[in-house]
C-alpha cells in the first residue's frame, strides 16, 4: 500500500457513531497531513449480504448502544439526540452527497455535516427527499428542484450502488469504517486508534 | 444504586477481548480505591437467549477482529495468540473458578489469571478439565483429582447456571461487561470510559 494517501471514510446517513465519527476524522487526518475520503453507503445492503444484523433491531443490545451513544456525546460535548424515527434511510441523503460531489468535494462535505447535524443534533427526518433538498438549499443554496430532479436520476442510483459495492469489496461490515493506507479500522472507538496510526505509521 | 462499592467484570474465559481487559481492571479500580467481582458466565448461553451470533461465527466481521485483536495487543505490549482450536468452551474452567472461589477469591482470581494466560499467550487448550486442573495445580498446589471432582459435581454445574441467568437478568449481552454502580460498560474498548467513570463518579 502506498502511504500518505487519503483516509477512506465509510459511513451511513443513518449511523449515530459515524455522526459522532464525523466531528473528529477530519481534524485528526489533517493534523498528520493528510485528507479523509468520504463515502456514504448503504450498510443495510451489506448487512443482507453478509448476514449481520442492524444494533437498532437487537433487543438487548439497543438500549445499552443508546446509552453508550449519549453518555459518550456528554463526554465529548457533542450534542446529540436520536431523531424519530429511528432507525430511518440515508438512501437520498447518500445520493444527493455523490451528485454534490462530482460539483465540488468541498461542498460535498458541508453538506454531509449539515444532514448528520439536522438528523442527530435537530432530530430532523433526513430520510425524506424533500428535507434534503431544503438542508442544501439552506447550506449550499442550491435549488431544491435541481437536487429532487438530481436524485431520481438513475446514474446517480447506480453511483450510489457501485459505492457501497465498492466498500463492501474492501471488506467494510459496518459504520463508521476507516482504511488508512488498507489498515481497516472499525467503530468510532477506533478513531483514537486511526490517529496513533497515522503518527507512527502503524505498529 | 451505591457508590463506592465492587466493580462487577462479566467475562468468558473464551473471549480474547475479555482476556485484554483482565490485564487492566483490577489495577484501574485499584486506581480509584473501587475491588473488581470477576464473573465468568457462558456468554454462548446468553447469546442463544438473546440471538446474537458470536464473532467468530461472523465470516465478515471475524477476520477483522483477529487483526484488531492483534493490533491492539502489539499497541499495548500484550503478549497475544489465539489458541487453536478457537473458538473453545470456557465451561469447566468457569465451574473450576467458583469453586476455587467459594474457597478463597483472591485464589480465584490467581486462577483466572492462569486460565486466560494459558489459554491466550500460551495456546494451550483450556477447554480440556485435564489442562484447567493442570493449572490450578501448577499455580495454587490444588489436587488435580479434587478439582476434577469439584467440576463434575451438580452443585458447581448450577452455581456457574446461576451466574450466567444472573449476568443476562443485569442486562450483559457480551464479554467483557462491566457495571460501575449499576453504569454498564461493555467491551475492552470501553475500559478507559470505566476509568474515566470512576474518577469522575460520572457525567
Known amino acids: 500500500m502506498t502511504k500518505g494517501g487519503p483516509v477512506e471514510f465509510f459511513f451511513d446517513f443513518s449511523s449515530p457513531y459515524s455522526f459522532l465519527a464525523s466531528h473528529r476524522i477530519d481534524g485528526i487526518a489533517q493534523k498528520h497531513g493528510r485528507s479523509v475520503i468520504w463515502r456514504p453507503i448503504l450498510l443495510g445492503v451489506v448487512f443482507k449480504e453478509v448476514g449481520m444484523v442492524p444494533n437498532a433491531q437487537q433487543d438487548r443490545k439497543w438500549p445499552y448502544c443508546e446509552r453508550d451513544l449519549?453518555?459518550?456525546?456528554?463526554?465529548?460535548?457533542?450534542?446529540?439526540?436520536?431523531?424519530?424515527?429511528?432507525?430511518?434511510?440515508?438512501?437520498?441523503?447518500?445520493?444527493?452527497?455523490?451528485?454534490?460531489?462530482?460539483e465540488d468535494p468541498a461542498k460535498a462535505r458541508v453538506f454531509a455535516h449539515a444532514i448528520f447535524d439536522a438528523a442527530f443534533t435537530q432530530g430532523r427526518d433526513v430520510s425524506l427527499p424533500g428535507t434534503v433538498a431544503a438542508i442544501a438549499q439552506e447550506k449550499l443554496g442550491i435549488a431544491p428542484d435541481?437536487?429532487?430532479?438530481?436524485?431520481?436520476?438513475?446514474?446517480?442510483?447506480?453511483?450510489?450502488?457501485?459505492e457501497t459495492e465498492t466498500a463492501s469489496a474492501k471488506g467494510v461490515f459496518g459504520a463508521p469504517f476507516f482504511l488508512v493506507d488498507g489498515e481497516p479500522f472499525w467503530g468510532n472507538d477506533r478513531v483514537a486508534e486511526v490517529d496513533a496510526w497515522l503518527?507512527?505509521?502503524g505498529w
Open 70 to 102: 449519549k453518555r459518550f456525546a456528554r463526554l465529548h460535548n457533542v450534542p446529540f439526540v436520536l431523531p424519530e424515527p429511528f432507525p430511518f434511510s440515508g438512501l437520498q441523503a447518500s445520493r444527493a452527497f455523490y451528485w454534490i460531489e462530482a
Open 146 to 162: 435541481q437536487l429532487l430532479a438530481a436524485i431520481a436520476d438513475e446514474n446517480i442510483k447506480e453511483r450510489l450502488r457501485i
Open 199 to 201: 503518527q507512527s505509521g
